[in-house]
């Protein structure tokens, strides 16, 4: 006799046998590898070099790029820094500031991520190396993410006086509705090891770096601004305007040492010569 109760149970011991040998036979599928993404997010003309290495070319011009990134994870996307506000794509002759820099984006942010496929309101979460202006610009794009900021950054920005550390709270007016995850240290991302936030304070009080190990290129450490161009970094010279030049150094001999010690190159975010040099969206470094 039939017994309906019997032949359910012994089908489904034989789906779940199947299944079990279809997971023993099958290789795992090895995890999507980590893509590194380079956004030209502006341009600086400074009209005096000296500015960022004091009593050296007084009145020099010297033009800086201004790079941000998207890291593409299996567990989420990061976008580290926000470059200079689209907005100055409306002026390409430039907008010049503190009659120092002038200012130029050729290319917005959203063209380029909308090229590679990324709506920016889907971004996980968005790292700020600090709260200048040529870092934020875009932050406004990205109202989703959570912000990772090293607490002191978060503290002077959001304080009684931001303007004490160089921020100006008009450029990033919705970032405090943001969700945030106040940093005090080093902070793997993705909990892997792949993707770490490094806490190099000097240049504002929470400034941080960004490294990065990817499985074909190698390990990177994005610089956020410990140095602007190649010749600073092997001097270990300060800007005249960072919030704490001992600190500065400081950091920059600990990124000397990391740097060796992981086997990783410097990527500079403003360094023209070294960006040149560099691919950028849609290609990408994986
Ligand atoms: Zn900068």
Redesign the pocket.
């Known amino acids: 006799m039939l017994n309906p109760g019997k032949i359910i149970r012994n089908t489904f011991a034989a789906i779940l046998l199947l299944t079990l040998a279809a997971c023993a036979t099958q290789p795992t599928a090895p995890a999507p590898a980590t893509r590194l993404y380079v956004f030209n997010c502006g341009a600086?003309d400074v009209l005096d070099i000296s500015v960022f290495q004091p009593g050296i070319g007084k009145g020099e011009h010297k033009t800086?790029t201004?790079s941000c990134y998207l890291v593409v994870h299996p567990k989420g996307t990061l976008m580290w820094d926000a470059g200079l506000p689209d907005a100055l794509a409306q002026k390409p002759e430039g907008v010049t500031f503190m009659n120092t820099f002038v200012l130029r984006v050729t290319r917005t942010l959203a063209s380029q991520l909308q090229q590679i496929g990324y709506a920016p309101d889907k971004i996980t979460y968005l790292g700020i190396?600090?709260m200048?202006g040529?870092?934020i610009g875009n932050a406004g794009l990205f109202p989703q993410a959570t912000l990772l900021m090293q607490k002191e950054e978060y503290a002077a920005a959001f304080g009684p006086e931001p303007g004490k550390y160089g921020f100006d709270p008009a450029g990033y007016p919705t970032l405090r509705a943001n969700p945030v995850k106040q940093l005090e240290g080093d902070y793997d991302v993705f909990g892997d090891g792949t993707v770490v936030i490094k806490r190099m304070v000097g240049h504002t009080p929470g400034h941080q770096a960004l490294f990065v190990k990817l499985r074909n290129t190698g390990n990177i450490l994005l610089s956020?601004?410990l140095a602007?161009y190649t010749d600073n970094w092997l001097h270990k010279r300060v800007p005249s305007f960072n919030f704490d030049k001992a600190q500065s150094i400081k950091s920059m001999e600990e990124a000397e040492q990391f740097i060796k010690a992981n086997h990783a190159v410097l990527w500079i975010?403003?360094d023209l010569e070294q960006n040149a040099g560099i691919k950028h969206v849609p290609a990408y470094y994986d």
């Open positions: 600086i800086l201004d190396s600090h200048h040529d870092h956020g601004d602007h975010q403003h």
